[in-house]
C-alpha cells in the first residue's frame, strides 16, 4: 500500500458532516484534491472541499457515476448510511477504500462487528441479541433482563438509542430504533445495561507498512445516547489502558486496511468491555484538536496516506463540550461569542449547518486546563454562553 507517495491525492468522502469537515482541512493543508460527498447541499465538508457532489448514497448508481466521474486515488467513507457492498465493487476494480470495503461493511453495520468481536475474536462485550420485530425483541428482553439498551443496527451520534427499565417500554423503544435508523434495515439489537466507572474512546492509528499506536484514552459523557463532552487523558490505570490497546490492536487487525479508528470501551471496576468502533474519526474525538500535537483528523490522512506520524503528545487535559440547537431553523445566528471565547485556553469550532433540528451538535467548545476538571468546566460553560437563534 502508500509508499513514497506523491502529492496531491484525490480524495472522495462520502459523507460531508463536521469530521469530514476536519478532515478535508487536513488533507487541503498538504496540497491534496478533496471532493465532499453527501445528501444534502452545503453540508460542512463541502464548504471546504474542492469539488462537492449531493447523491444518495444507498444508491449504488449514483456511488459508481461519481466514482467514474472524479477517479479518486482514496474513498473514504464517513458516515454509516452507504450502499456498503458497492464499495467492495470499487475495491475489486482497483480503488482504495478506507480502511478497506470489508471493514467499513462491517463497522456499518452494529451486528455485524458486534458478532466479529464476540464470536469471532473471543472479546468480552456486552450480552446482546437481536430483534426484527416487536415479538423478537419482548423474548430477548426477557433473556437479557432489565434495565437494557436498545439501537437500531446502523445509526448515528445515538440517534435511536434507548434505555428500557421494563417490559412496559418495549414498544415504545422499538418504534424509536427504527425511526433513528439509518439505511433500508428493520433490525436493532438489545444488550445488556454496562454499569461502568467510565466509558472511553481510545483512537486507534493503524498504518499500512509501521505498527499500530494509540492517542491517550478520551473519556466521554453521553445523553440520549449521543456524545455531551469529552476529555483527555481519561483517568485509568495502566493496567486497563494495555488490555484496551491490546483488544483495540486485536479489532483493527482483523479489519485491516489503514486510517484511525474510534473503538469504545466500557470500563468498570473489574473489566475491560469492547462496545462498539467506527473506522474514522470520533465525535469524542474532537477533543484532540486542542489536546494533541496532531488531532485525530490529521493523524487518518497521514495513515492513509502512509506518511510517517510522530511521538503523539498531549499539551495538558482538555475537553470539549458540544454546542446543541433547541429548535428547527434554516436561518441560524449564533451570539455571545466573544464571551465564550474571552476565558483563556478556550476555543470553539463552529460547523456552518445549514440548518437546526432540537439537539442537532451545531458545534463545540474546546479547554484546556491545569487539571481535567477544570478543563471540563471551562469547555462546559463556554459552550453554555452560546446562544442559536
Not at 444507498?58 to 448510511?81: C, H
Not at 494495555?242 to 466500557?266: C, N, Q, S
Not at 470553539?348 to 484546556?368: D, E, Q, T, W, Y
Amino acid at each position: 500500500m502508500p509508499k513514497n507517495i506523491q502529492l496531491p491525492q484525490k480524495i472522495m468522502m462520502l459523507g460531508s458532516g463536521e469530521l469530514g469537515k476536519e478532515v478535508v482541512i487536513a488533507a487541503q493543508r498538504l496540497g491534496n484534491f478533496v471532493v465532499a460527498v453527501d445528501s444534502y447541499a452545503n453540508a460542512p465538508a463541502m464548504q471546504v472541499a474542492d469539488a462537492s457532489e449531493v447523491i444518495s448514497m444507498l444508491s449504488g448508481e449514483d456511488l459508481a457515476r461519481i466514482v467514474d466521474k472524479y477517479k479518486p486515488d482514496f474513498i473514504v467513507p464517513e458516515i454509516e448510511a452507504i450502499r456498503t457492498e458497492k464499495l467492495a465493487e470499487f475495491e475489486e476494480q482497483g480503488y482504495t477504500v478506507i480502511p478497506t470495503a470489508a471493514a467499513t461493511n462491517f463497522t456499518m453495520n452494529r451486528d455485524r462487528i458486534r458478532d466479529l468481536a464476540a464470536n469471532q475474536l473471543g472479546i468480552r462485550t456486552a450480552k446482546y441479541a437481536y430483534a426484527s420485530n416487536l415479538e423478537e425483541l419482548n423474548q430477548a428482553a426477557a433473556e437479557i433482563g432489565f434495565p437494557n439498551v436498545i439501537k437500531p443496527v446502523m445509526s448515528s451520534s445515538g440517534k435511536g438509542q434507548s434505555v428500557v427499565n421494563n417490559s412496559t417500554e418495549l414498544a415504545q423503544a422499538w418504534e424509536y430504533a427504527i425511526a433513528g435508523a439509518r439505511g433500508d434495515t428493520q433490525k436493532i439489537i438489545i444488550e445488556e445495561f454496562i454499569d461502568f466507572e467510565i466509558e472511553i474512546t481510545l483512537m486507534t492509528v493503524k498504518q499500512w507498512n509501521d505498527p499500530t499506536i494509540f492517542c491517550p484514552p478520551i473519556g466521554h459523557r453521553q445523553e440520549r445516547g449521543d456524545y455531551q463532552e469529552s476529555w483527555q487523558p481519561a483517568e485509568i490505570i495502566d493496567e486497563k489502558i494495555k488490555e484496551a490497546e491490546a483488544i483495540a490492536r486485536k479489532v483493527t487487525d482483523a479489519l485491516g486496511g489503514a486510517g484511525i479508528f474510534g473503538v469504545e470501551f466500557f470500563i468498570t471496576k473489574d473489566e475491560v468491555i469492547f462496545s462498539e468502533l467506527s473506522p474514522r474519526p470520533h465525535d469524542t474525538g474532537m477533543v484532540t484538536l486542542i489536546s494533541q500535537n496532531l488531532n485525530e483528523f490529521e493523524l487518518h490522512l497521514r495513515a492513509i496516506l502512509g506518511l510517517p506520524i510522530p511521538k503523539i503528545e498531549v499539551y495538558a487535559p482538555s475537553a470539549s463540550a458540544v454546542i446543541l440547537a433547541s429548535k428547527n431553523s434554516d436561518r441560524i445566528i449564533f451570539s455571545n461569542v466573544a464571551q465564550a471565547l474571552a476565558t483563556p485556553d478556550v476555543d470553539l469550532k463552529i460547523f456552518g449547518k445549514p440548518n437546526s433540528r432540537p439537539f442537532r451538535r451545531m458545534g463545540v467548545a474546546l479547554a484546556r486546563g491545569i487539571t481535567t476538571k477544570e478543563a471540563r468546566e471551562k469547555a462546559k460553560n463556554a459552550a453554555k454562553k452560546i446562544v442559536i437563534e
